[in-house]
T-cell receptor, first 112, second 112 residues
Framework: ETGVTQTPRHLVMGMTNKKSLKCEQHLGHNAMYWYKQSAKKPLELMFVYNFKEQTENNSVPSRFSPECPNSSHLFLHLHTLQPEDSALYLC???????????FGEGSRLTVL | GENVEQHPSTLSVQEGDSAVIKCTYSDSASNYFPWYKQELGKRPQLIIDIRSNVGEKKDQRIAVTLNKTAKHFSLHITETQPEDSAVYFCAAFKAAGNKLTFGGGTRVLVKP
């Protein structure tokens, strides 16, 4: 247990569904991240939030919409996804000034 | 933006031999270089890191070297054991934007 919790662990959705992934950290960190892990690109950075402000959007399609209501919680809202979006979505956190990144267990997403 | 290249993509070694993984980065502003290990079905975890003011760091059987001029860094695992089998990721961190960019990963298999 690293102190970063992701739910759900598994999600199957159709292309017209709307769902959300949730991440919560209890480590006192002030930076949170979403990474996508697939066979093509093993650890691809999607979004970075520092002190609840988005500081990086790595050219992610608008069908992925992040939300960071406070330093401890991070969401990834999913809408009209494509089958190629099927992957493991990893949340991570650390202190803004760098240092060890703590990952959650990931949410395995399958888009039918 | 930062680009991190990692080689080889797969590495098979005999138990007891050494394993070396090499990475290059593009942005001279990057100043922190961690290595993560991801076992099958688990989250990535930090195993060792090095900062730009240091050329080499060792922790038991693993060591990292950094050549800032050439913008490359390496992971060395000596006396490999079957439990070293995993995917290893190098990464480069830049303080501006608090952005950690990962290499493509190396799948290491240690044969008993």
């Amino acid at each position: 247990e690293t102190g970063v919790t992701q739910t759900p662990r598994h999600l199957v959705m159709g292309m017209t569904n709307k769902k959300s992934l949730k991440c919560e950290q209890h480590l006192g960190h002030n930076a949170m991240y979403w990474y996508k892990q697939s066979a093509k690109k093993p650890l691809e950075l999607m979004f970075v939030y520092n002190f609840k402000e988005q500081t990086e959007n790595n050219s992610v399609p608008s069908r992925f919409s992040p939300e960071c209501p406070n330093s401890s919680h991070l969401f990834l809202h999913l809408h009209t996804l494509q089958p190629e979006d099927s992957a493991l979505y990893l949340c991570a956190s650390n202190l803004q000034e760098g240092g060890e990144l703590f990952f959650g267990e990931g949410s395995r997403l399958t888009v039918l | 933006g930062e680009n991190v290249e990692q080689h080889p993509s797969t590495l098979s070694v005999q138990e007891g031999d050494s394993a070396v993984i090499k990475c290059t980065y593009s942005d001279s502003a990057s100043n922190y270089f961690p290595w993560y290990k991801q076992e099958l079905g688990k989250r990535p975890q930090l195993i060792i890191d090095i900062r730009s003011n240091v050329g080499e760091k060792k922790d038991q059987r693993i060591a990292v070297t950094l050549n800032k001029t050439a913008k490359h860094f390496s992971l060395h695992i000596t006396e490999t054991q079957p439990e070293d089998s995993a995917v290893y990721f190098c990464a480069a961190f830049k303080a501006a934007g608090n952005k950690l960019t990962f290499g493509g990963g190396t799948r290491v298999l240690v044969k008993p």
